[in-house]
């Protein structure tokens, strides 16, 4: 008996350690990553949110959110990026991501999804940038005809998720901007910039007469916003006296029957703007010398334009796979670098879900999502080559651009 | 029917026809795409030696559609008749589309893939038809 007792105690004991010291202490391992750029690019295989730090050009993370990604943007402070899903859905859902900078650290950690909310038909952004009201971040709901402000400074956690609601005067496509105290929204369809005042949200006035109105921009050295029309743009002011006026109207140079989409902004106040669709042509004009015309630049069918963040370079993507360089003040054809095979077949993105390939630079060196090949062309603007090429595989769209640099010194 | 009426009728039929043919009116329609492209890409990018029965009648709905367009119908018929690679005579017909089309076009790539198919899709083939697939 004895002798059993003593077995069953030295088989207790030899077995025991084995669960005292299960949970023992670890060696804690640091997830902090000393990256100079984060590129947070859009997966729309699968509705993925790639990450990728340079300088190693590593894919260093993958955040699942809503397929059928629209829209990519960052915030304010770029603490979070906001990922709008497109129409092809009967599920508007935004995802809240953190961009996983610690800001005590000053380097990146995981990013991860905060929050997914759902918005009916979520848009807003402009160049990337979310919308904001009184600096906090807002989406346009177009479905709605709302604007939703986002009252919290911090979207993490599980608490209720503060807004304020603003009524706009009817849903529409939106672009949008905010002057000095009134709130500036372009209506595509209806044809007119409706201005609401930011302290009331009660409507001011109604700038009519902007059929089709599509993008829109701003000149920060006199406040003015510009809308595009149909068949020229309004110039509208936001400031002192000027404050929700028609400025003045710009007609395009030749009546094509396609207005701007969208402006890239280039060197001094010069503004370029592209046309919808795949036409080659863009328009400049610059805002310093008044009265305001428009000048035409000839280019190759482009899939996609961007500037530079300095505005020295206008970057143009040809069909061909050509990313042309021209000078951002006079549109003189510069270099041109080949970056990749054609985009074969038509390239018409609609608001489903985001298709086009994207272009993002910082300090020379610009990124392309080249959306056919499933990878990003880093490119050395001013060697004029490819660095290097980074797979990511499925078909990356949107980019937002973080650097180390803008976060640290937005921080200071 | 009395002039005013007539003017109204006349006037909204101008209104439509001049609306009609704004293309900024379609710049955020949400666009109906290539969807017979897209159905065989779709099959094409699993296809292995044949198509299966499934695929068949997927294949015959796009012949029998009159939606879909002649050279729709070629390909359609060229992918149902594969059976390791396309026939000599389908092949033919394809080479037709490939030669009057752009050949930077969808309709053009998907019959080229039809035409080279060997037994299974290559690596290159099933990229393209993805891309095919995921943009219309």
């Given amino acids: 008996m004895f002798i059993r007792i003593i077995s069953l105690i030295v088989l207790f004991l030899s077995y025991a350690p084995n669960h005292v010291f299960g949970h023992g202490a670890v060696q804690r391992a640091s997830e902090l990553k000393d990256s100079e750029i984060r590129l947070f690019v859009?997966?729309?295989?699968?509705?993925?949110?790639?990450?990728?730090?340079?300088?190693?050009?590593?894919?260093?993370?993958?955040?699942?959110?809503?397929?059928?990604?629209?829209?990519?943007?960052?915030?304010?402070?770029?603490?979070y990026i906001y990922a709008m899903r497109g129409r092809d859905t009967d599920d508007d859902l935004t995802s809240i991501l953190s961009t996983g900078f610690d800001l005590?650290?000053?380097?990146?950690r995981k990013p991860h999804v905060i929050r997914t909310i759902k918005t009916d038909t979520p848009g807003g952004p402009r160049d990337s940038k979310m919308a904001t009201v009184g600096g906090y971040d807002a989406i346009l709901t177009e479905g709605e005809a709302e604007v939703v402000v986002i009252m919290s400074d911090d979207i993490d956690g599980y608490g209720e998720l503060?807004?304020?609601?603003?009524?706009?005067?009817?849903?529409?496509?939106?672009?949008?901007?905010?002057?000095?105290?009134?709130?500036?929204?372009?209506?595509?369809?209806?044809?007119?910039?409706?201005?609401?005042?930011?302290?009331?949200?009660?409507?001011?006035?109604?700038?009519?007469?902007?059929?089709?109105?599509?993008?829109?921009?701003?000149?920060?050295?006199?406040?003015?916003?510009?809308?595009?029309?149909?068949?020229?743009?309004?110039?509208?002011?936001?400031?002192?006296e000027e404050k929700a006026e028609l400025i003045s109207r710009i007609p395009y140079p030749e009546n094509t029957g396609r207005g701007c989409a969208a402006f890239l902004k280039g060197e001094g106040r010069v503004q370029w703007c592209y046309t919808e669709g795949i036409i080659p042509r863009l328009y400049r004009v610059d805002l310093s010398q008044e009265p305001y015309q428009f000048t035409t630049l000839s280019v190759e069918s482009s899939i996609q334009q961007n500037s530079t963040d300095d505005g020295k370079y206008l970057m143009v993507l040809s069909k061909q796979g050509v990313l042309y360089l021209y000078h951002g003040r006079d549109g003189n054809l510069i270099k041109q670098i080949k970056v990749s095979e054609p985009f074969l077949g038509d390239w018409f993105e609609d608001v489903g879900k985001a298709i086009l390939p994207d272009i993002e630079s910082h300090k020379g060196i610009a990124y392309i999502t080249l959306t056919h090949e499933g990878r990003i062309a880093e490119i050395d603007l001013e060697q004029g080559k490819v660095k290097r090429y980074i797979d990511i595989g499925g078909f990356p769209t949107r980019i937002v651009l973080l650097a180390k640099e803008t976060l640290v010194q937005a921080s200071n | 029917m009395n002039k005013s009426t007539k003017i109204l009728f006349l006037g909204m039929i101008t209104l439509f026809v001049g609306i009609f043919f704004q293309p900024n009116v379609f710049a955020h329609a949400d666009h109906d795409k290539d969807a017979i492209i897209?159905?065989?890409?779709?099959?094409?990018?699993?296809?292995?030696?044949?198509?299966?029965e499934d695929e068949k009648k997927k294949l015959q709905s796009v012949l029998d559609s009159d939606s879909s367009t002649d050279q729709e119908k070629i390909i359609a018929n060229a992918i149902m008749h594969i059976q390791h690679s396309s026939t000599v005579e389908d092949q033919d017909k394809l080479q037709l589309i490939i030669d009057n089309t752009v050949a930077t076009s969808t309709v053009n790539t998907l019959a080229k893939i039809v035409q080279s198919f060997s037994h299974g899709i290559s690596k290159t083939d099933k990229r393209k038809l993805q891309t095919i697939k995921f943009k219309g």
Wanted: glycine share 8%.
């Fill in chain 1, 104 to 108: 005590e650290e000053q380097q990146f």
């Fill in chain 1, 42 to 79: 859009a997966d729309n295989m699968n509705g993925s949110v790639v990450v990728v730090d340079f300088p190693d050009g590593e894919v260093t993370h993958r955040v699942s959110t809503s397929p059928s990604i629209m829209i990519l943007a960052s915030n304010k402070d770029n603490k």
């Fill in chain 1, 162 to 240: 503060k807004t304020k609601r603003y009524k706009i005067a009817a849903p529409d496509h939106y672009h949008y901007l905010e002057g000095e105290t009134y709130l500036y929204i372009g209506h595509l369809f209806n044809g007119f910039v409706q201005v609401l005042d930011r302290s009331t949200g009660k409507e001011v006035k109604r700038i009519n007469g902007c059929p089709m109105l599509h993008g829109m921009t701003e000149d920060k050295e006199s406040g003015r916003l510009i809308f595009s029309c149909a068949r020229d743009v309004i110039v509208v002011g936001t400031l002192g």
């Fill in chain 2, 38 to 52: 897209i159905k065989m890409a779709d099959i094409m990018i699993n296809l292995e030696h044949f198509p299966t």
